[in-house]
Structures are given as structure tokens and as C-alpha cells.
């Protein structure tokens, strides 16, 4: 432990698992006092409880305007204060033609990645204001910013989670709140399968290895962990950051610098679809 989050409050959405839960881990190795917000019960009490009094659980469905507002009144209540909203949570979505396209389809996907994250600012913003600081880190990904084989539904929402994390920093910087976000790419986690509550442990721990070979294959020649993006987020919400604002870091080992025609991506998305299942 290196106290770089010390004192600070935070919320990190979607923590009971992958990035989430890793970063939770993080900050409280750091000294934050940190509420882990998401639908599973489970699993996020029992990372609450393994890590003690400085992390607490709150059962929140990001996507419900009531759950996120009691979110935010849940921790000012609590610790008084909140310095740091990592808006984490997330769902995938496979590959859709257009005529495969569904409003239902849209609805989920784009209020789960990107309505949260409007969500969470507008219950945030009020008191980061009169603070006069706070950090807020919104969740992109490399599908946001290239056509990287994503599904189209998924790759918009997180091409406006980029751009409006831009605007957000526009807007509330005269008030010493910063906006960033943190894009990943060849990041081993359960949303390439449908999450980690869709398998057995056994199933998970196979398809996370397949996955790890697969993008061992990066200009870095390793796969992404839960703890690179962790530690993304830790610069980004300490003090370290305090010049950085309206900023989307690419973790990604390199993969958005690299041009490569469609079919290879559709093709390379494919392979790893296989790969994973075994």
C-alpha cells in the first residue's frame, strides 16, 4: 500500500467482478473507502466482506434512474463525501446484421453503457460541485474508436460514452472536476462469453485461458489483465491526474494502432469466438 487514494470516497459500478472487482481491490489497497455497486448479491457482498470496513456493497441495476440516485445518497450518507465515480458497468453484444436489429436490442444495450453513465453524472455532478473537485471515470473500449469486430449496438454506446466524457469535462471544469475514460482492449474478462455467472468456475477458468493465448498475439505480446485496468483507473482517479481532464486512455497493447482490412477483423473476431469455446 502506497496511500495514493487516501481519504478518498469512491463508487465503482459493475465492481463484483472482472475490472470491477479488481479495481475495488486496488482502491482499497490504496486507502479509499469504496461502495461496490451491481445487480449481483453475491458476489459483491462477499468481496465487501473479504476486504472490511472500508468496502461496502449497495445492489444497484445502473440502467434504473431510482437505483443510481440511492447509489450516490448511499455513500454521502455513509462517508460524507464522494471524490471518484468509475462508471464501469457494462454488458456486451454480439455481432447483429442490420435486419437482425431490435428496439429492445437498443434499448438494453445503449441505456446500460451509456444511459448509466448520464445517469451517474447527473447525480454526481451536484456534489462534486460543491466539493470543488471530484474525478470521474467513465468505461469506453477500442470498439468505441475502431471497427475492432465488436456488434454495432455495443460499439456505439461506447463511441458516445468517449465523446460525451469530452464534453463533460468542458463543462465542469470551472468547477475542479476532472472527466476521463478508460478504454481496454485485449482484456481478459467474462464479457467475452456472457459473464462469469453463465459458466461453471471450471468453464471460466478454460475459456479465460483460451482468450489469454488468443491476444498473447498483441504487439505486446500478452494479454491484458483485470489489473492493467485498474491501475488505469487508480492514476486517474488520484492526485497525479489533477492535469488531466477530457482524456480517453487506450489500454490496449497497441491494438488501435494497427490497421487491418474488415474481413481480417470479422475473421479475427470469429477465431476468437472458437477459440474460447474450445
Not at 472500508?54 to 471524490?83: P, Q
Not at 445517469?119 to 454526481?124: A, Q, S
Not at 467513465?138 to 454506446?157: H, K, Q, R
Request: charged residues 20%.
Amino acid at each position: 500500500m502506497t496511500g495514493r487514494l487516501t481519504d478518498k470516497v469512491a463508487i465503482i459500478t459493475g465492481g463484483n467482478s472482472g475490472m470491477g472487482a479488481g479495481t475495488v481491490e486496488l482502491f482499497v489497497s490504496e486507502g479509499a473507502r469504496v461502495v461496490i455497486a451491481a445487480r449481483g448479491e453475491e458476489a459483491g457482498q462477499a468481496l465487501a466482506d473479504r476486504l472490511g470496513e472500508n468496502a461496502i456493497f449497495k445492489r444497484t441495476d445502473v440502467s434504473v434512474e431510482a437505483d443510481v440516485k440511492a447509489l450516490i445518497d448511499t455513500t454521502v450518507e455513509k462517508w460524507g463525501r464522494l471524490d471518484v465515480l468509475f462508471n464501469n458497468a457494462g454488458i456486451g453484444q454480439p455481432d447483429l446484421s442490420p435486419e437482425e436489429f431490435t428496439v429492445e436490442d437498443f434499448n438494453q444495450v445503449l441505456m446500460t453503457n451509456l444511459g448509466s453513465c448520464f445517469l451517474g453524472l447527473k447525480y454526481v455532478t451536484p456534489i462534486m460541485k460543491k466539493q470543488g473537485r471530484g474525478s470521474i471515470i467513465n468505461n469506453g473500449s477500442t470498439a468505441g474508436v475502431t471497427a475492432d469486430g465488436s456488434g454495432p449496438l455495443y460499439s456505439a454506446s461506447k463511441a458516445g460514452v468517449i465523446h460525451m466524457t469530452k464534453v463533460w469535462a468542458t463543462q465542469l471544469a470551472e468547477f475542479g472536476v476532472r472527466v476521463n475514460c478508460i478504454s481496454p482492449g485485449a482484456i481478459v474478462t467474462p464479457i467475452f462469453w456472457g459473464g462469469h455467472q453463465t459458466q461453471s468456475a471450471e468453464e471460466n477458468e478454460h475459456r479465460a485461458q483460451r482468450l489469454t493465448e488468443f491476444f498473447e498475439k498483441t504487439l505486446l505480446n500478452r494479454a491484458g489483465t483485470v489489473k492493467d485496468i485498474a491501475y488505469a483507473a487508480l492514476y486517474l482517479a488520484s492526485d497525479e491526474s489533477r492535469h488531466t481532464t477530457g482524456h480517453n486512455l487506450m489500454v490496449d497493447a497497441g491494438l488501435t494502432v494497427r490497421m487491418a482490412p474488415q474481413s481480417e477483423l470479422l475473421e479475427s473476431s470469429i477465431t476468437r469466438k472458437k477459440e474460447i469455446s474450445g
